[in-house]
């Protein structure tokens, strides 16, 4: 019964900025850290951010530390992030999901369609 739906992807030109934004029915995401993960044609899905459950404790991946902020809204059932200076290998579907506090989808395997971040040069 749970659902995930992203929004607030598009087309931006290189140092351009974005808002993501996840929201998240039939289950309370309070109890659980959330994360976005993005998949570029042709790879794998791979983890970009997290966030633990207090909205304070962060993890990021190296290639978007210093442009790109998670935050979540836990009375709203939902999870943001903002991408600044995006460059086109940030081109991707970019998804988010609950995980645990390693911020590893296995546990719980719930996923969105995503939403199409395209950045042009």
């Known amino acids: 019964q749970v659902q995930l739906v992203e929004s607030g992807g598009g087309l931006v030109q290189t140092g351009g900025s974005l808002r993501l934004t996840c929201a998240v029915t039939?289950?309370?995401?309070?109890?659980?850290?959330m994360a976005w993960f993005r998949q570029a044609p042709g790879k794998g899905r791979v983890f970009v951010a997290g966030?633990?459950?207090?909205?304070?404790?962060?993890g990021y991946a190296d290639f978007v530390k210093g442009r790109f902020t998670i935050s979540r809204d836990n009375a709203k059932n939902m999870v943001y992030l903002q991408m600044n200076s995006l460059r086109p290998e940030d081109t991707a579907v970019y998804y988010c999901?609950?995980?645990?506090?390693?911020?590893?989808?296995?546990?719980?395997?719930?996923w969105g369609q995503g939403t199409q971040v395209t950045v042009s040069s």
């Open positions: 966030v633990r459950r207090d909205g304070f404790d962060t």
């Open positions: 039939g289950r309370a995401i309070s109890r659980y850290p």
């Open positions: 999901a609950p995980t645990d506090n390693d911020f590893r989808t296995e546990p719980y395997d719930y």
